[in-house]
């Protein structure tokens, strides 16, 4: 699910296919250069299907959450909620 949403927004270099099927020297990955997330910002840079990731130049604001590595779908889900939670009841 998150990994789809990441193909739409063209944050994610890979391919569809499941990590199992490719061999080892193929198997697609993650790169991500100069990102900045904002305040109050989530950022998630990692996979979601065990996809090797590099990330350079990452930075974030004030009360920005970022998550970085390998996480489950769902795992990724409540840390997004538990963040959005927490910013809205620090702008009302």
Known sequence: MIHDHMERNGSHAGSNSAASDIPSSQHPENVFE???ADDDAFQFIGSVKGYATTAKSVSAK???TQCLGDLSDPTLLQISENHRGRTLGTNN
């Open 34 to 36: 100069d990102i900045h």
């Open 62 to 64: 004030i009360r920005a």
